[in-house]
């Protein structure tokens, strides 16, 4: 017994388990003495009112009669348990079955006394529970029902209690254990889950019954958190990664042109082309960083309370004002068709952001002298913002990878991969889905309306 008292767990165990029986067993104990008090305050005021309705009845008859009137009363009782006596103002028994008042007896209420009963043969004194009653003439009136049956009454209640304790208690102790049991259990699985955490191992998860109960839900709410901050831990750790491998070439590159900018370069022009071009990488590597915090800070959901009514069609107009300089710089047509739309909540800076993106990697990623087309209208009850240019668009098979950081379909593609992974951020903030056409180069932003997504798009994000 020792042993098992030196292992952590099973004191556990035996702490939970002793205390959910005790709480149970001291359930029971109350539930008895309550019915036992219950039962036992009903019969007397049965008793009590049985007594008052006799004292009410002798008040109202005359003096004269009160003698015979009792006398029938003593005669109909035919199990002799009623106890009645009429008495005078110095306390002399005038009729009765009882040879005297008990001392000290209260003017009101009833109360337990010893009786002498006169016409019980062998037995001179008795438990009763008697009430005393002035009458209007001065004389008193003396009622009481004898308690031996309220006695054997309550007995057998507390009999029938007792056999139904006794099964009561060792069910309580069994099911406080095994129930105490089974929650110390419960208990220590989730601890040896956190301390499995705390030592990196993030793959652990809780089992989860088919059918669970209480705790098996917060197992599987337990479990799918665990399942987002392994997401998170992998994704930070992938930024790192990313991160690391993204500004390696560059810090390289940099490093190599200012070494060679020392070694070769002999006068000023030189000097100041070679620093202008370090500028220029140090700018870009800026703009990654730059990229990297502010998708960071759109996951943080934190820009949900500047929210308001956002006007798209407007926002489509200065998106592409502000493009179109650029476009025709390198000889793209930059178009849109706008269709009236209702106005969604969101942040304004951010929406024209993300279109602004999708802009500009269309006419980045398009044909040389190509166009490239926005439109706004409504596809259903879904508000549709779609970019297209005459290329062939994103493959299928790298529809998925074009939203992660950092990912270029070549690498000598321009740009460093965050301009989708931006427009998904600022979509998933707003509520919104990101798609790419099922034909062509088209991405789009999809405002739910009330009715499905719409049909016309696939792979949605």
């Known amino acids: 017994m020792s042993s098992i008292f030196a292992d952590p767990r099973a004191r556990a165990t035996w702490r939970w388990g002793g205390g959910l029986a005790a709480m149970l067993v001291l359930q029971s104990l109350a539930l008895a003495a309550i019915f036992w008090v219950?039962?036992?305050?009903?019969?007397?005021?049965?008793?009590?009112?049985?007594?008052?309705?006799?004292?009410?009845?002798?008040?109202?008859?005359?003096?004269?009669?009160?003698?015979?009137?009792?006398?029938?009363?003593?005669?109909?009782?035919?199990h002799r348990d009623l106890f009645l006596a009429l008495f005078d103002a110095r306390g002399r028994r005038i009729a009765g079955n009882v040879a005297r008042l008990p001392g000290h007896a209260p003017m009101s209420g009833s109360f337990v006394a010893t009786v002498a009963p006169t016409e019980l043969p062998g037995k001179r004194s008795d438990e009763a529970r008697v009430q005393i009653c002035a009458m209007p003439d001065g004389t008193r009136l003396l009622i009481g029902v004898d308690l031996d049956d309220t006695v054997a009454a309550m007995r057998l209640v507390g009999q029938s209690l007792l056999l139904g304790l006794v099964p009561g208690i060792v069910l309580a102790l069994v099911f406080g254990l095994v129930a105490g049991r089974?929650?110390?259990?419960?208990?220590?699985?989730?601890?040896?889950?956190?301390?499995?955490?705390?030592?990196?191992?993030?793959?652990?998860?809780?089992?989860?019954?088919?059918?669970?109960?209480?705790?098996?839900?917060?197992?599987?709410?337990?479990?799918?958190?665990?399942?987002?901050?392994?997401?998170?831990?992998?994704?930070v750790r992938g930024i790192g990664d990313d991160i690391a491998h993204q500004l390696r070439t560059p810090l390289t590159r940099l490093r190599a042109r200012i070494e060679r900018g020392m070694r070769d370069d002999a006068d000023r022009d030189a000097f100041i082309a070679t620093a202008e071009a370090t500028l220029a990488d140090v700018d870009a590597l800026l703009g990654i960083v730059a990229a990297l915090l502010r998708i960071r800070e759109l996951e943080d959901?934190?820009?949900?309370?500047?929210?308001?009514?956002?006007?798209?069609?407007?926002?489509?107009?200065?998106?592409?004002?502000?493009?179109?300089?650029?476009?025709?710089?390198?000889?793209?047509?930059?178009?849109?068709?706008?269709?009236?739309?209702?106005?969604?909540?969101?942040?304004?800076?951010?929406?024209?952001?993300?279109?602004?993106?999708?802009?500009?990697?269309?006419?980045?990623?398009?044909?040389?002298?190509?166009?490239?087309?926005?439109?706004?209208?409504?596809?259903?009850?879904?508000?549709?913002?779609?970019?297209?240019?005459?290329?062939?668009?994103?493959?299928?098979?790298?529809?998925?990878?074009?939203?992660?950081?950092?990912?270029?379909?070549?690498?000598?593609?321009?740009?460093?991969?965050?301009?989708?992974?931006?427009v998904k951020a600022i979509a998933d903030l707003h509520g919104f889905g990101l798609a790419f056409a099922a034909q062509g180069s088209a991405v789009s932003i999809v405002c739910p309306g009330n009715g499905d997504a719409t049909q016309a798009m696939r792979n949605p994000i």
């Open 301 to 422: 959901h934190a820009r949900r309370s500047r929210f308001a009514p956002v006007d798209l069609a407007r926002l489509v107009e200065d998106a592409c004002d502000l493009h179109r300089p650029s476009a025709e710089d390198l000889g793209i047509r930059l178009s849109y068709a706008i269709r009236p739309v209702p106005p969604v909540e969101g942040d304004a800076s951010l929406l024209i952001e993300a279109v602004s993106n999708l802009i500009d990697n269309a006419m980045k990623f398009g044909p040389a002298g190509g166009a490239v087309h926005v439109t706004l209208g409504m596809q259903g009850r879904d508000i549709m913002l779609s970019v297209a240019d005459d290329g062939r668009g994103v493959p299928p098979a790298e529809q998925a990878l074009v939203l992660q950081r950092f990912y270029r379909g070549r690498v000598d593609q321009p740009g460093v991969g965050l301009g989708l992974p931006l």
């Open 38 to 78: 219950l039962a036992g305050d009903n019969h007397r005021r049965e008793i009590e009112h049985q007594l008052s309705d006799d004292c009410t009845f002798f008040r109202l008859t005359p003096a004269e009669e009160r003698p015979e009137e009792l006398r029938e009363k003593l005669d109909r009782d035919l």
């Open 182 to 235: 089974r929650a110390a259990r419960q208990v220590d699985a989730v601890r040896r889950l956190t301390t499995s955490i705390m030592s990196g191992d993030l793959s652990r998860r809780l089992p989860v019954a088919r059918d669970p109960d209480s705790f098996g839900l917060l197992c599987a709410d337990i479990n799918r958190m665990l399942d987002r901050l392994q997401l998170l831990v992998a994704d």
